[in-house]
């Protein structure tokens, strides 16, 4: 491993102090761990015909994503007073296929019946044998320019730097250049919406937009397509409703767990995957210039795709 990680492209983030250094492999950037955990997963995880990837690019709605197909999931087994999203951190929920070990997806498939497995690897990257197996997979994207600040904030506050010593000018230029978590982001969301119009049976995408403005189609769209579709009566009887309310924004980021809890072993604090959720904030950032300079750069990206970030 360390072989192969000796001999990529590599880039230290100055805006993060030179805290942060990405490599590049296979056309897309990460940091180390999440690099070996992505090659191990691709040399040996085994995917089976019912497995379902969450996939993303990060800062997109990973987190609410997950969330919303957990509790679709495992809605019979769990009211909203038994659910473990009241009390586990939903990324330790879900298992992150570049973090967790086979044993956990195995554990998952057979105690909880639970076939989620999320990863942020670009399409292209995916382990063959999610592919070959023909799983299901759920991409969910959002406004780049929004990514862009969320992506900011997370690595910031993720090394408790304040704003001050983080200019956000010099994060943007790198990830206009492609740098950012598993990005180019434009590659990210072209790898699976054109992997969406050739296998559009197997591969949902959902815009983060979307979801919020119009959540009770998306979220019925999200359960039809994993394999659990509500049922008229249940529907009548509001669990749609309800899931949407529990795995929102304003209630999951208020749990106990999401607030002041830190992952198993990690530094990093649960609450700072709950920052604004608001659409749009990219707002209070962006000078013209930048606005300009990504849409620009969007639009050659997207040219033709009808694809709207
Ligand atoms: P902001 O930084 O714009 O607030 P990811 O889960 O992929 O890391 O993405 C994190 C972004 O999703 C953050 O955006 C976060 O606030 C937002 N988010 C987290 N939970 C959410 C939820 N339940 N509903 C909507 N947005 C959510």
Redesign the pocket.
Known sequence: MEEIIKTLPQHTCNWLKGKITMYKYQDFWTIKHLLEGGILAQQSFKAEPNDVFLC?????????????AFAIVTREKFDESTTPLLTKF?HECVPFLEKSQVEEHENNRKNLSLPLIATHIPYASLPESVISSNCKIVY?Y?NIK??I???Y??LREGLKLPMEDAPFEEAFEEFCHGVSGYGPYWDHVLGYWKASLERPEKILLLK?ED??NEPKSNVKRLADFIGCPFSVDEEKAGVVDNIIRF???????NLEVNKTGKRNGSVTENRI???????G?WKNYFTNEMKEKIDKLTDEKFNGTGLLL
Do not use: Q
């Open positions: 993303s690019a990060p800062k997109t709605g990973t987190t609410w994503l997950k969330s919303l939903v969910i959002r929004d990514v600040v969320s992506h904030h997370f983060y979801l919020k795995c929102g924004f304003e209630n999951m980021s995957y709950f920052r604004k959720a608001k659409d904030d």
